[in-house]
T-cell receptor, first 113, second 112 residues
Framework: AQSVTQLDSHVSVSEGTPVLLRCNYS??????LFWYVQHPNKGLQLLLK??????LVKGINGFEAEFKKSETSFHLTKPSAHMSDAAEYFC???????????FGKGTMLLVSP | DVKVTQSSRYLVKRTGEKVFLECVQD?????MFWYRQDPGLGLRLIYF???????EKGDIPEGYSVSREKKERFSLILESASTNQTSMYLC???????????FGPGTRLLVL
């Protein structure tokens, strides 16, 4: 069975400061990992994905994530937060079979001026 | 890009009603999924389908059923709606190759 733990339900940063959203996973397979973002009253948008190629993955809007197998982590980072980054972020693991996704409970990112 | 359309953005129903939520895709992909999203719980998989007339239970299928008569359309059915089914329902589609799922805008269902 696979699972995902997002370590923070809320993260608050100031505009222009770094962002770190933490995610740990558990999987019996070689996992594929994703980060999705959901802006208020909008659908889910794929930020980035890891599928066993390079361990440092770059996504849209300046976000990146590093796959660390030894730590079973897939943390999301951005060097400098923007007000438009305020949203809910989901870390997701795929089982590789029918590719069903298991979602973390989400981290709400709050960005203050 | 894959376009995923859900029939309603907002829906209000009464307890005991039969409710149909429709999802339509424009790319002839085999795999389609239904999730519900609740605050603090993330998204949870209800059912998925990997081909016409094929379906598999997800993590929380109780109280739901699905129908896939045509490849482009995947319906979620609440046989007898209950207040604990008040939620946001999201449909997703996956290309045959690759693992990325593409989501519709969601249907916010309120059961009174």
């Amino acid at each position: 069975a696979q699972s995902v733990t997002q370590l923070d339900s809320h993260v608050s940063v100031s505009e222009g400061t770094p962002v770190l959203l933490r995610c740990n996973y558990s999987s019996s397979y070689s996992p594929s990992l994703f980060w999705y973002v959901q802006h208020p009253n909008k659908g889910l948008q794929l930020l980035l994905k890891y599928t066993s190629a390079a361990t440092l993955v770059k996504g849209i809007n300046g976000f990146e994530a590093e796959f660390k197998k030894s730590e079973t982590s897939f943390h999301l980072t951005k060097p400098s937060a923007h007000m438009s980054d305020a949203a809910e972020y989901f870390c997701v693991v795929s089982d590789g079979g029918y590719s069903t996704l298991t979602f973390g409970k989400g981290t709400m990112l709050l960005v203050s001026p | 890009d894959v376009k995923v359309t859900q029939s309603s953005r907002y829906l209000v129903k009464r307890t005991g009603e039969k409710v149909f939520l429709e999802c339509v895709q424009d790319m002839d992909h085999e795999n389609m999924f239904w999730y519900r999203q609740d605050p603090g719980l993330g998204l949870r998989l209800i059912y998925f389908s990997y081909d016409v007339k094929m379906k598999e239970k997800g993590d929380i299928p109780e109280g739901y059923s699905v129908s896939r008569e045509k490849k482009e359309r995947f319906s979620l059915i609440l046989e007898s709606a209950s207040t604990n089914q008040t939620s946001m329902y999201l449909c997703a589609v996956k290309r045959p190759s690759g693992e990325t799922q593409y989501f519709g805008p969601g249907t916010r269902l309120l059961v009174l």
